[in-house]
């Protein structure tokens, strides 16, 4: 069984930056695209950023193209996502997945691994 944590969401202001974590385990996901969903209150969840086991291929929603960085560390079966200049719009539980198929495009309902979710919250 596998299980995916996320840390380090919190409170941040406007403009500034978090660095959020997911480390799975019960089995190395190899070959496994590994990325972050967000949903806010009263919306659908949404595709924020993706990464493909080697990291040669990243997808990214273009609302935080230039601003969130997604990275990986297969060793420690963890990736992370960097997001700086924050704005409100940003506030969200952010949920850390796991998909052997692309996560940009596949039904939520189909997608193998989720995380429990962390809360970013953006003040202005």
């Known amino acids: 069984q596998v299980q995916l944590v996320e840390s380090g969401g919190g409170l941040v202001q406007a403009g500034g930056s978090l660095r959020l974590s997911c480390a799975a385990s019960g089995r190395t996901l190899s070959n496994y695209v590994m990325g972050w969903f967000r949903q806010a209150p009263g919306k659908e969840r949404e595709f924020v950023e993706a990464?493909?086991?080697?990291?040669?291929?990243?997808y990214y929603a273009d609302s935080v193209k230039g601003r969130f960085t997604i990275s990986r560390d297969n060793a420690k079966n963890t990736v992370y996502l960097q997001m700086n200049s924050l704005k409100p719009e940003d506030t969200a539980v952010y949920y850390c997945a796991a998909d052997s198929q692309p996560l940009h495009d596949r039904p939520r309902r189909e997608i193998d691994y989720w995380g429990q979710g962390t809360q970013v919250t953006v003040s202005s």
């Open positions: 990464i493909t086991w080697s990291g040669d291929r990243i």
